[in-house]
């Protein structure tokens, strides 16, 4: 049985059709890719995984049990975290605070929380910033924050919404070390990217998605030669 | 210092208050100072931590003060019966409201908390047969801690002195526990918090109802204390935008800042009625524009109220620690 079932996934604003027939599937303990030019559909899916948005028709499983109807808190709790696009740490909380809140949806001891959060810390690399505000941090130290509180929910499936995404350069290897760490430890990830180098380089596979649709779904040097996909990304020019 | 401390200096000098001061007219301003801080706390409750500001807190007051009242003057029965019934509806009102919350953001939940407030005016105003209606009623003065007839106002001190450290309490609670934690989430970013797992909408509600709850158990004893509870005062606007403003001044979402506030906002006011009371309809609103003023100047120069003030001003003396 696959770990997470797309399946039928269509989702409508007005006349736009954010998302059309997306069905796919993604193996317990894979690394996938979700790619495709701006308003491909890619942050919608996400919304629609965690519950944000209801899709039109379709659904998303996790290893059976319907997610779609349910709202995004218990989405997390059936062990989905994901990070946002546009960074939002809770501006009147420390660093260590942020990531207690995850923490806490696993427990109810407030001290326990709070060692878990010290650890997570540590292993996100902002172990020295536990007591520092979230609005004092660098984009690439809030990355990691996001994804600390992220991690701090316990979950089986992570979503990453650009998590090199208005970084510096610098911080990118870093970040991508981080995922891949993630990864090798059993986490399945799902991480929407629109550098296509980091992207080819950590994913395992890929799905691309241009105006809503699946266009491709492979492994990462099949899908980046994908006709269809360098169409979608350059133009009909750079295609030939 | 330590954490509880200035809470500790704050409740211990109210609690000595009565051993030193014989004056009744500095009693019943050290009662209304802990009974509007009380208030100002429960306000706090869904305004400060919940981040949810409502202008219609009169309606829970009112509606343990009538509660009170009423069931005193039409069954005899004891006014705490009466603040557990006010307590009751305030809960229903408070649940209604939070779900309110949960469709109308920003100004259009404070709206719908004004309408609600002002429709208890009108029922409690136009529904003469059973609560007297514009004219107000009296509350029966029966000596006795079951009745609540506490002649002495030492008495009063210390029965108001426990609700403010109960609502102290309650806010503290607020700051440390995981329900806290979360509604502070819930409070700077909605969508994250969901995100993490927080029952966001079902916390509001919770917030909203035992604020609305808490309000009216403030009201009930309120309605004992003053001896008569009349509906353009309990259910206005003005007390309203009291319980907010002392909240605010005081500090939001700071265990001590609606005391803080109270302080403040209380001797002020009675002051003012002191001086201006009698001279006449032109000067008896003065109140607000000064409470405007005040706030104006919060805003402005402390916007983290009072207590962060304090707090930092402690701080650059050498005495480590947070603020309360």
Known sequence: ?240 | MARGVPAAVFFGLAALGPLVVRDAFLLDGLILILLWGATASAWNVAGGYAGQVSLGHAAFFGLGAYSAALLGTRWSLSPWIGLLVGVLLSTVAGLIIGYLSNRLRGPYFVLATIAFSQVLLIVASRWRGFTAGSEGIPVPFRPGFWTLGIADKRGWVYLVLALGVLLYLVQQYLERSRRGYQLAAVREDEDAALSLGVAARRLKVVAIAASAALTAVCGALWAQYVGFVDPFYVFSVDLSVRFALAAIIGGLGTALGPFLGSVLITTLETYLRAQFGGVGAGLIGIYLIIYGCALVLVVRFVPQGLVGWLGDRLRRHGLAGTAP
């Open chain 1, 1 to 240: 049985m696959s770990f997470l079932s797309i399946s039928g996934v269509t989702k409508r604003f007005g006349g736009v059709v954010a998302n059309r027939d997306v069905s796919f599937e993604v193996a317990p303990g894979e690394l996938v890719g979700v790619i495709g030019p701006n308003g491909a559909g890619k942050s919608t899916l996400f919304e629609i995984i965690t519950g944000f948005y209801r899709p039109d028709e379709g659904e998303v499983r996790l290893e059976g049990t319907r997610l779609t109807g349910l709202s995004p808190d218990r989405v997390c709790r059936l062990g989905v975290a994901r990070t946002f696009q546009k960074l939002r740490p809770f501006p009147a909380m420390t660093v260590l605070e942020n990531v207690m809140v995850g923490a806490l949806t696993r427990t109810r001891d407030v001290r326990h929380a709070r060692e878990h959060a010290r650890e997570i810390l540590e292993r996100v690399g902002l172990g020295d910033k536990a007591h520092a505000h979230g609005r004092t941090l660098s984009t690439g130290q809030r990355k990691r924050l996001e994804l600390a509180r992220a991690l701090a929910t316990r979950p089986r499936l992570l979503l990453l919404d650009e998590v090199t995404g208005g970084v510096d350069q610098g911080s990118i290897p870093g970040l991508v070390r981080l995922v891949r760490e993630l990864h090798r430890d059993g986490l399945t990830v799902l991480v929407i990217e629109h550098n296509m180098r980091v992207i080819t380089a950590v994913a395992q596979r890929i799905v691309a998605l241009y105006l809503g649709e699946v266009i491709a779904d492979g492994p990462p040097d099949v899908v980046a030669r994908e006709r269809r996909v360098v169409e979608a990304y350059l133009g009909q020019a750079y295609a030939q």
